[in-house]
């Protein structure tokens, strides 16, 4: 889909306590937007989370200034649920000087759960053509009391140009 606003490949706005499941899914998003974010899928609920299986593949047409996420998890409060991001692939080409994450998990989990992030690889290449910028391969913010899982995962073949800043897992 080429859009010029921001973009969502899949985005769950449940704002309750409920599972999300998205799994088989092939996302394309391709952005002309000079400024929006780009979401592959976005979650916002806060029960049980799996995102499995999907191949994701973006890019841009104009310079751009907005943020990529390819997996967001962003739930409304902390959750005390299992999340599973597992094998999936990702790929693209971007001229943004915005922040790129592969997957962002910004939920402070509470015991007793557990985050698997597991066998998600760069399916080709990821590159940023833009100078600067940061590139999150695993980014989480929350004050977990909860066990992450992080294994198996092939971040390979990824490029970046200029000053750009690059974190595996963060």
Do not use: C, M, W
Not at 125 to 131: G, N, P, S, W, Y
Request: no cysteine; charged share 5%.
């Amino acid at each position: 889909a080429n859009f010029t606003a921001a973009g969502y490949g899949i985005y769950n706005l449940t704002l309750t306590t409920s599972p999300f499941t998205a799994e088989y899914n092939v996302i394309t998003l391709a952005s002309q937007g000079a400024t929006h974010a780009v979401y592959g899928i976005r979650n916002r609920s806060n029960g049980t989370l799996q995102i499995k299986n999907n191949t994701f593949s973006f890019s841009n047409s104009v310079a751009s200034s907005g943020a990529y996420y390819y997996v967001n998890n962003d739930p409304t409060s902390n959750s005390g649920s299992d999340i599973t991001i597992s094998n999936n692939s990702f790929a693209g080409t971007l001229n943004t000087t915005g922040t790129i994450y592969l997957i962002s998990n910004v939920n402070s989990q509470q015991s007793p759960a557990t985050v698997y992030i597991q066998n998600n690889s760069v399916s080709g290449t990821l590159t940023r053509t833009a100078a600067s910028g940061s590139v999150y391969l695993y980014y989480t913010n929350g004050a977990s009391t909860g066990t992450e899982i992080i294994s198996g995962n092939s971040f390979q073949n990824i490029s970046q140009s200029g000053s750009s800043l690059f974190y595996g897992i963060f």
